[in-house]
């Protein structure tokens, strides 16, 4: 019994092990953040980007905003841990989303090579757990059924009219 339990803290400190390295493995892709960053300006600025991908992004961008928190930020090391995973799962679901000539047109523009780009995105996918990955790949069509039911009510017709009303507060 005892050396069963031992080779179960074995194998778990392995994949800790295993998870560290590949988190220096993507030291090399954080360099590439500036560009990468453009790119996804560039994206988000294209008409042709999907609004529910957009604003999947904008929802990231708030929860990083926001003071609260599924880890606090004040727990040293894990804190900010949540804020990469939320931003690293948003941009790939964006990315994920754009209509692949754009971001073939974009990528041209900006002059990032697709093979590097492809490898860069397989490297930080691998980063993320596969359930993590699956469960968050059904946000886009929530959002999107969200976006039919506030059609379907009128309400955002009626919404845009109050925004677009002389003195609105917006």
């Known amino acids: 019994m005892a050396g069963k339990q031992g080779k179960g803290r074995g194998s778990g400190s392995g994949r800790a092990l295993g998870r560290v390295l590949s988190m220096?493995?993507?030291l090399p892709v954080a360099s590439r953040a500036p560009i990468y960053a453009r790119l996804i300006w560039a994206l988000l600025r294209d008409e042709r980007t999907p609004m529910a991908r957009k604003v999947?992004?904008?929802g990231a961008l708030g929860y990083l905003i926001l003071p609260a928190d599924l880890i606090p930020d004040r727990i040293p090391l894990i804190g900010g841990l949540d804020d990469l995973v939320v931003v690293v799962l948003a941009v790939d679901l964006f990315l994920d989303g754009v209509p692949s000539e754009v971001l073939v047109e974009k990528l041209d523009e900006l002059g990032i090579e697709r093979g590097a780009f492809d490898r860069d995105v397989a490297q930080i996918r691998r980063l993320m757990p596969a359930p993590i990955?699956?469960?968050?790949?059904r946000v886009p069509q929530a959002i999107g059924l969200g976006a039919d039911a506030l059609r379907s009510t009128g309400l955002g017709h009626r919404v845009r009219g109050w925004l677009s009303k002389e003195g609105s507060p917006a």
Request: charged share 25%; aromatic share 10%; net charge positive.
């Open 24 to 26: 220096t493995a993507f």
């Open 56 to 58: 999947l992004l904008g």
């Open 133 to 137: 990955r699956r469960a968050i790949r």
